[in-house]
């Protein structure tokens, strides 16, 4: 009566699922548009220490990363294994390198005393207080959204190398680079607002 | 009573065919793990039926509790922190463990996919994960209980008291998380099984109501949800680090909690009621033998809910210090989704004006359904509009009436659709004249529990209220009775239908003389529920065939 390999089903299925994934963002938007709107000149001011440099280099390995993903499909369809598999290494690789940029990134602001709770932020302004507040909000639930993304792009090389990814049957694959794709737009909305808010 | 055969010949047959009851689906696991670990959606829909009963009965005594307190001015018998507690678990699990996931995850999962033809969910085991999370979500909700104190913040965590009480307030709105992902997920799983497999003859307009309203809530499930998930998940944040988005000393704005809070639990209300409204609209037509008057407009209503609804959040916030634009603008938009639900009782009206009614428990529910959840609408009109609702803000009033829009409305669908499908659900029929003793009692003694709440809301009784001044006494007592009628009328409705599985099988294919799928496999339903290719009629209300055979029955 029904067709369980149905693959576009499955796809359909996932782009639900990402939809809700842009509302859970979404929540978050509708904060920073609110205080934006409240505390322009503290966001300014606050989107001028983060280090722009850090946000342009990991806005690329992303583009990158996306790029080696979606190559990595077509290499499927094609039937090329060792392709594939390169790709998806390649995006792992690049989300890897994504994550240890924004513990330096972290860690650089932390030492200087800027995180939820410090001295420097209560005794400053409130709204780079929120502006802060907001950035590790986001960029924080986004790197664990960078985490889920690899765990899902490991998922699916494995299942390449043991052959059960084929090219007749690689839902998973398409459905993982689809979650990817989708992490890497959510970062081209947190770039411009956090590191370009000038 | 010629109509309602416990052995019919003539309505459908006792088919011999092994029902979804001695098949387990996989097939290699036996006995409890049979249960466990199936993948079919009938075993998932009747895993989630006992394990939501069980917290529903849970939620109906702390409820039962709230009003033995009330009873009496003073301390009756709880403290006051204790009785904060009461409401805040009574809320909690009534809409997280109850109301949200009755209709969808137990006849939705049951109903769905028979009723569009096909053999179980798109995901059976992305069913089965929604159920463990399900499971999950109540543990948790319990875990909350054991460390720390009672949540006593109400169930709609309100910032600054949510960060700040020292009760368990993390576990759970963690609870909450967790139930969220599980409703959102059933919601993925009912959109793409009826995009994906629906019958090849079956279009659009041939899908019954109830899979239509189920399509509608699904959308507000998946659309909705993840804004509160987030919310929640910033209470904890804040809990946990401080980081002071909702404090107005560290420059955060408590309102926006509220803001974000309501834009996922307004629209949940419709999650609530939608699939309430899709049973009443199978029940009616079956009952009155008639086809369903006005089939588009209860589809095109049930979408127009999903989408007006997304948009009338703040009108529970008029009190809140919302610029008055945004009070007229909200209280008009919750005036406009009051359209959509008349639309509907305008139908089912109809459908019973000049049919040929035959009287049955569930269309005794749904006549209860229709009343009270009319007045549940129209008290609703008195909280939209900006003027009124000042004078009843977090009043009684409201209490009064979301208890007749939520409980006389999802809560009757839901007594409705068990005595409706429990035949087709476990083969059995119940006893007719104890179910209508069960709902007479469930539905006088709403009124007399709930209407006195109106008039002590209009009197100024605050809700949440742990004491009051003398001259609510009188209110109070009264309620308190009417509580407990309500309470012993649903016992004996459950208790009548949880007798019938201690007797034999007894139910033909066809109890009512329903048109949709269901009701054209056995009794149980086999494994794969359905024997032969379902016939999709051209029309799904279509009752020409259903008269013929009663015709004919009574001249025999």
């Known amino acids: 009566m029904s067709s369980h390999s149905d693959e576009s089903g499955k796809k359909l299925g996932m782009w639900l699922f990402l939809y809700t994934e842009i509302f859970l963002f979404g929540g978050l938007f509708v904060l920073y548009a609110v205080y934006f709107a409240r505390y322009t000149s503290e966001f300014v001011a606050g989107g001028k220490e983060l280090d722009q440099l850090f946000g342009v280099v990991n806005t690329v390995i992303l583009l990158i990363s996306s790029f080696a993903v979606a190559a990595s499909i077509t290499a499927v369809q094609r039937n090329q294994q060792k392709r594939t598999l390169a790709g998806l290494g390649v995006a792992l690789i690049c989300g890897l390198v994504f994550l240890i940029n924004k513990y330096f990134e972290w860690s650089h602001k932390v030492a200087n005393d800027i995180f939820p709770g410090s001295e420097k932020l209560a005794e400053g302004p409130e709204g780079q207080n929120i502006f802060f507040g907001l950035y590790y909000m986001i960029t924080g639930l986004h790197s664990i959204h ?32 689809l979650y990817w794709h989708l992490v890497d737009l959510i970062w081209i909305f947190v770039f411009p607002l956090f590191y370009l808010v000038v | 009573m010629p109509v309602f055969h416990m052995d019919n010949r003539l309505w459908g047959s006792m088919d011999i065919t092994q029902s979804f009851f001695e098949t387990p689906a996989p097939a290699r696991y036996k006995g409890i793990l049979s249960w466990l670990i199936t993948t079919d959606h009938k075993r998932i829909s009747l895993m989630y039926l006992f394990s939501i009963l069980f917290w529903f009965f849970l939620a109906i005594l702390l409820g039962g509790l709230i009003r033995l307190e009330l009873m009496f001015p003073g301390q009756t018998f709880v403290s006051a922190q ?8 009574h809320g909690v699990i009534m809409i997280f463990l109850f109301i949200i996931p009755a209709l969808p995850a137990i006849f939705g999962n049951f109903f769905l996919p028979i009723q569009i033809g096909t053999d179980d969910v798109f995901f059976p085991k992305l069913n089965l994960l929604s159920w463990y999370l399900y499971m999950a979500g109540g543990i948790i909700a319990i875990l909350s209980l054991f460390s720390d104190g009672f949540p006593d913040t109400g169930w709609t965590f309100y910032v600054p008291f949510s960060i700040s009480t020292h009760t368990n307030v993390s576990t759970a709105v963690f609870a909450a998380f967790v139930l969220g992902l599980s409703s959102m997920l059933t919601g ?19 899908i019954p109501l109830f899979t239509w309203s189920l399509y509608a809530t699904a959308w507000v499930q998946l659309l909705a949800t993840p804004v509160v998930s987030i919310t929640l998940l910033l209470v904890m944040v804040e809990r946990y680090v401080g980081v002071g988005l909702f404090d107005p000393a560290k420059g955060g704005d408590p309102i926006l909690y509220q803001h974000l809070f309501w834009m996922y639990s307004h629209p949940a209300v419709y999650i609530m009621i939608l699939p309430g409204m899709g049973v009443i609209s199978e029940i009616i037509p079956v009952f009155a033998r008639k086809s369903i008057f006005g089939y588009k407009a209860i589809v095109a209503s049930s979408m127009a809910i999903a989408v007006a609804g997304s948009l009338v959040w703040a009108h529970h916030m008029y009190a809140s210090g919302m610029s008055d634009t945004a009070v007229f603008v909200f209280s008009l938009l919750t005036f406009v989704v009051a359209i959509p639900s008349a639309i509907k009782v305008f139908s089912w009206v109809s459908t019973l004006y000049k049919g040929a009614i035959q009287m049955a428990p569930p269309l005794f529910l749904s006549l209860c359904f229709i009343y009270l959840f009319s007045v549940g609408g129209l008290t609703g009109l008195v909280l939209g509009a900006a003027g009124t609702n000042i ?11 979301f208890h007749f829009t939520m409980f006389g409305g999802t809560g009757f669908a839901f007594f409705a659709a068990l005595h409706y499908w429990w035949p087709k659900m476990f083969g059995r029929m119940y006893n007719f004249k104890r179910a209508y003793i069960g709902a007479a009692l469930l539905t006088g003694g709403f009124m007399f529990h709930y209407v006195p709440m109106f008039i002590l809301g209009l009197q100024g009784m605050p809700r949440r209220y742990f004491d009051y001044l003398p001259r609510y006494e009188t209110g109070n007592f009264l309620a308190g009775f009417g ?15 949880l007798f019938t599985l201690r007797k034999p099988r007894n139910a033909s294919s066809d109890p009512w003389g329903g048109t949709t799928l269901e009701w054209q496999t056995p009794s149980p339903p086999p494994l794969h529920n359905f024997i032969s290719e379902p016939e999709i009629l051209k029309y799904p209300y279509d009752f020409t065939g259903v008269v013929e055979r009663y015709s004919k029955e009574t001249k025999e």
Not at chain 1, 155 to 175: D, G, M, Q
Not at chain 2, 391 to 401: G, Q
Not at chain 2, 483 to 497: E, K, R
């Open chain 1, 146 to 177: 960078i985490i889920i993304g690899m765990v899902l792009l490991l998922v699916s090389l494995v299942c390449v190398k043991i052959e059960k990814i084929t090219p007749t049957r690689f839902a998973l694959l398409e459905n993982s680079g």
């Open chain 2, 391 to 401: 004078h009843v803000h977090d009043t009684h009033f409201v209490v009064a009436h």
């Open chain 2, 188 to 206: 993925l799983n009912f959109i793409t099984t009826i995009h994906r497999m629906r019958h090849s003859l079956m279009g659009w307009m041939q």
């Open chain 2, 483 to 497: 509580a407990a009628f309500m309470i012993i009328g649903m016992f004996l409705m459950i208790m009548n239908l």
């Open chain 2, 82 to 89: 204790v009785y904060n507690s009461l409401f805040t678990l």
